[in-house]
């Protein structure tokens, strides 16, 4: 694949492309996103996709989940002119933190951790993640930016499926995405091939 390769017209999107299927089985998520990084058109308009809606928000800091949100989180934040805040799977933060715990798309209960001294009253904070299967990861950063006082000003992630968990986050956060109205139905399903 060419990873320099870049379309003549470049719809919303159009780097979802590069996106990669599952071929271990079970215990990893249904798809891996992160080839489209590698691009560096795709990584600049998959940011710029993400970030569209929130053109003119008031925003003071973003927020990237552990480990693959940290990628868009601290290019969006680089974007913004902002801080980048690390929420992390519990065990490396040697600070104070804050804890959640949670169930992702794999069942599994995992803890998500947050330092306590960087969320002041009212700071408004942006969350990013590669994705939103099930919604229990993104609804652990919410409850851990909540807890501390912050406000969430918005959530990001390049698709949130339609589960419970990502109807829950899309009806009360303003949320973006990178996916097309006519590719959502295929990732929903976990469709791989959608040329
Ligand atoms: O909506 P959910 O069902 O909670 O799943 C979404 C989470 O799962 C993936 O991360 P994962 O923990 O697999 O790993 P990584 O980011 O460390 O690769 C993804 O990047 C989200 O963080
Ligand atoms: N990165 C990812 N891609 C697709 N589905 C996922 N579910 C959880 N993480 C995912």
């Known amino acids: 694949m060419d990873l320099c390769h870049v ?68 290019a969006a934040a680089a974007v913004l002119q902002k801080g980048f805040l690390a929420i992390r799977k519990a065990g490396h933060l040697c600070v104070q933190t804050l804890a959640q715990p949670y169930t992702d798309y794999s069942g599994r209960e995992k803890v998500m951790e947050v330092r306590t001294d960087a969320i002041s009253p009212g700071l408004r904070i942006l969350l990013v993640d590669q994705w939103v299967e099930t919604g229990g990861t993104m609804r652990a950063a919410i409850e851990l930016v909540e807890r501390l006082g912050g406000v969430v000003a918005g959530v990001a992630a390049i698709c949130i499926e339609d589960s419970a968990g990502g109807r829950w986050i899309r009806g009360r956060y303003k949320c973006s995405h990178c996916v097309p109205p006519r590719l959502q139905p295929r990732f929903d399903h976990h469709q791989f091939g959608w040329d």
């Open 7 to 74: 379309p003549a017209t470049r719809e919303k999107g159009w780097y979802l492309a590069l996106m990669a299927p599952n071929i271990k089985g079970p215990n990893y998520a249904w798809l891996d996103p992160s080839r489209l990084y590698c691009h560096p058109q795709g990584l600049q308009d998959c940011v710029a996709d993400l970030l569209q809606p929130f053109q003119g928000d008031p925003i003071d800091m973003v927020a990237g989940i552990d480990a693959m949100g940290f990628i868009l989180g601290a």
